[in-house]
T-cell receptor, first 109, second 112 residues
């Protein structure tokens, strides 16, 4: 079993829909990261959080440390949101990042 | 600032050939990392460095070597390329182990 699990693996949506991507992890962590990888391949960091909730524009990330679960929400989705969204956790013991396999999101006009 | 740059963007190698993947960052970050990304898998850490002159193995170091002679540069060396090293390689940097990592654009390597 992977230490970081994401669901769903693939997601399609119509423009304007509310999107939720989930991440569960099994190790003790110091932080959780949400990353975005566009079709061109580049990876950018969206959020780093260790508790509660963060918001940036139409993106919202939440984390529940007790349940070892995080969600990434996209409100009013747009075709330009089409990308792979990757969850990664900073292992509390090693400080290394452990990555999920990603959720591929396609938003159609 | 250019951030993290990687060269080359693409490369095809024959089995047994050697090459160096270059990585440079201009953010004065102490921490630098090399990852590989295989289809359907999460990124895996190959090597990392916490400062000039200091490197350590990650999860999948076999077949690779690194050096860190300056803060800016962190090259990854493949000595005897094998088909199992076909992958996309990402370099990343961060100011310290608790902060977000900044990724380079990646190098797509094919070994035939």
């Amino acid at each position: 079993k992977n230490e970081v699990e994401q669901s769903p693996q693939n997601l399609t949506a119509q423009e304007g829909e509310f999107i939720t991507i989930n991440c569960s992890y099994s190790v003790g962590i110091s932080a959780l990261h949400w990353l975005q990888q566009h079709p061109g391949g580049g990876i950018v960091s969206l959020f780093m959080l260790s508790s509660g909730k963060k918001k940036h524009g139409r993106l919202i990330a939440t984390i529940n440390i007790q349940e070892k679960h995080s969600s990434l929400h996209i409100t009013a989705s747009h075709p330009r949101d089409s990308a792979v969204y990757i969850c990664a956790v900073s292992d509390r013991n090693t400080d290394k990042l452990i990555f999920g396999t990603g959720t591929r999101l396609q938003v159609f006009p | 600032n250019a951030g993290v740059t990687q060269t080359p963007k693409f490369r095809i190698l024959k089995i047994g050939q050697s090459m160096t993947l270059q990585c440079t960052q201009d953010m004065n970050h102490n921490y630098m990392y090399w990852y590989r990304q295989d289809p359907g898998m999460g990124l895996k850490l190959i090597y990392y460095s916490v400062g000039a002159g200091i490197t350590d193995k990650g999860e999948v170091p076999n077949g690779y070597n690194v050096s860190r002679s300056t803060t800016e540069d962190f090259p990854l060396r493949l000595e005897l390329a094998a088909p199992s090293q076909t992958s996309v390689y990402f370099c990343a940097s961060s100011s310290d182990r608790y902060n977000e990592q900044f990724f380079g654009p990646g190098t797509r390597l094919t070994v035939l």
